[in-house]
């Protein structure tokens, strides 16, 4: 159907892969149904080819990945997408291509006899049933990963910096002396310990220097509260 095509195609922009290949779709790619949901990714579908075969379609790749979710009593090779996602980045001098199947019927025997290799994406093995633009954007999502090699964690910090220990510790120290003055440490057994707790929140919590500002503020605010 065409929106499935439209779908895809968002997938595959969403992941920077560019050509899409089209077996005797059912619909037209460039119909507005299909432009529609590519929500934006016209590109690939103004550049897709479509091919009256498979065999016609993947002719000049040098290696054909099948995603199916039944082996079909196939001899091949599996991976993982993440696995297939590595394998092609190690040889980029090789033409690789992925077959989907359609919507409603998956990959056929005579598809999938075709492939070197077939691609299976783990899943709750009692319900695996994933729709073509899923599965497209699933595989593209691995390789894209492996592609850009994303680092695992960031911290957003914007245009401010984080606080080094000398603008923390002043901090806590004009903090402890507001909490002093305001009785809070009446308990002398209990104040070494409160204090510690002070400094342990405020050191593990990566402050920032725009934090430590707005702190600063609070504690200005509530000392002229207090003397009104």
Wanted: net charge neutral; aromatic share 6%; with cysteine.
């Amino acid at each position: 159907m065409a929106e499935n095509i439209g779908m895809a195609a968002r997938a595959m922009l969403n992941c920077d892969i560019q050509e899409m290949r089209l077996v005797n779709p059912r619909e037209s790619h460039l119909s507005e149904k299909a432009l529609s949901a590519s929500s934006g990714a016209d590109i690939i579908l103004k550049n897709a080819k479509v091919y009256k075969s498979t065999e016609d379609a993947i002719a000049d790749c040098d290696y054909i990945y099948a995603t199916t979710a039944r082996r079909r009593g196939m001899i091949k090779p599996i991976r993982t997408a993440h696995f297939a996602a590595n394998e092609i980045l190690a040889t980029p001098n090789h033409r690789y291509g992925i077959l989907f199947g359609p919507e409603r019927t998956g990959l056929h025997n005579d598809d999938v006899c075709l492939a070197d290799s077939i691609i299976e994406i783990p899943l709750n093995p009692e319900h695996c049933s994933l729709n073509l633009s899923q599965a497209v954007l699933l595989v593209g999502y691995e390789w894209y990963q492996q592609h850009i090699n994303p680092s695992e964690q960031e911290f957003i910090l914007g245009k401010t910096t984080f606080a080094n220990k000398e603008k923390v510790v002043l901090f806590l120290k004009t903090l402890e002396k507001k909490l002093e003055t305001s009785g809070i440490f009446s308990q002398p057994e209990k104040k070494q310990h409160m204090q510690i707790n002070l400094r342990n929140i405020f050191t593990r919590a990566q402050i920032t220097e725009q934090e430590l500002n707005t702190l600063y503020g609070v504690i200005n605010h509530l000392n002229i509260t207090e003397h009104k």
